[in-house]
Nanobody, 117 residues
Framework: QLQASGGGLVQTGGSLRLSCAAS????????MGWFRQAPGKERDIVAS????????YYLDSVKGRFTISRDNAKNTVYLQMNSLKPEDTAVYYC????????????WGQGTQVTVSS
């Protein structure tokens, strides 16, 4: 089970840190990702990180502004979001997948991020 938190309302240029806490003792075997979905748009992957904390992926539009990280001892993955823009407004979801699969079968409930101009 994945529980996302940390969303909120922030002004343009501000920062937020999202957290996603996982239950269970097998967190470290999963690759983790953050996705977002804006109203009327498809869900896009924003960032991902492998089970060891390396090999990160970032959506082009967030490169240099967002940083994904994980703490396997705390069963938590983070998304540090800096220099936020109104176009970052969306519901953000964390997800998990096995390293041997490209599918993301495990999802958190989503947390709303709103960036005001």
């Amino acid at each position: 089970q994945l529980q996302a938190s940390g969303g909120g309302l922030v002004q343009t240029g501000g920062s937020l840190r999202l957290s996603c806490a996982a239950s269970g003792r097998t967190f470290s075997i999963y690759n983790m990702g953050w996705f977002r979905q804006a109203p009327g748009k498809e869900r896009d992957i924003v960032a991902s990180i492998n089970r060891y904390g390396g090999t990160s992926y970032y959506l082009d539009s967030v490169k240099g502004r967002f940083t994904i990280s994980r703490d396997n001892a705390k069963n938590t993955v983070y998304l540090q979001m800096n220099s936020l823009k109104p176009e970052d407004t969306a519901v953000y979801y964390c997800a998990a997948r096995m390293t041997t699969s490209n599918d993301w079968p495990y999802w958190g409930q989503g947390t709303q991020v709103t960036v005001s101009s």
